[in-house]
């Protein structure tokens, strides 16, 4: 059983940046990745990005890209979202989550197999 641990959200005005930091549990990696999704009042969880644990390659939501930066620090066993020029169409729970086995694709929440509880971003006009 894996524990995701979250924390970095706030408020912050639209142009702002925040990091969010996500603590893993795992001790062992292989072929894992960690993910981070958003979901907004009223609609589905969606997918921002995600990395790879032993490569380090990430990828990213259109809506995000060039904004966003995902990184992870394995002596700590912790990823990072960095998030600037925020706006506040980026309001949101924001979570993590911890990808044990590839199977077909990032983008897709059912692909992960533990979340974190979120944390919450305010972007304010």
Partial sequence: QEQLVESGGGLVQAGG???LSCTTSRRTFGNYAMGWFRQAPGKERQF???IRWYSGD????????GRFTVS???????AYLEMNKLKPEDTAVYYCAGDTHYSGSYY???????WGQ????TVSS
């Fill in 58 to 65: 990430a990828y990213y939501a259109s809506s995000v890209e």
């Fill in 72 to 78: 992870r620090d394995k002596t700590k066993n912790t």
């Fill in 118 to 121: 979120g944390t919450q971003v």
């Fill in 108 to 114: 897709f929440t059912g692909e992960y197999d533990y």
């Fill in 48 to 50: 921002v990005a995600v």
């Fill in 17 to 19: 940046s925040l990091r």
